[in-house]
């Protein structure tokens, strides 16, 4: 996974989030959960960290992807 991908997997699903913690719609629905709690940005975390080759990579990407979203 290279670094453009990370970028844009991290404005995507900061733009996700917002939308889903925005919208009243979502308020009482696993949808708002996302902006909540935890487990969603674990998953990506490990999803990039999974698709790096060194510990250094990984770090770097997870912190970076993180920052952003």
Known sequence: MGWTKVIVLS???????????????????SFHDIAVNLEAWILFAMLIIMNCKTRKEASLKTFVFLLIS
Do not use: L
């Open 11 to 29: 404005v995507v699903t900061a733009a996700f989030t917002a939308t889903m913690a925005i919208i009243p719609f979502f308020a009482e629905t």
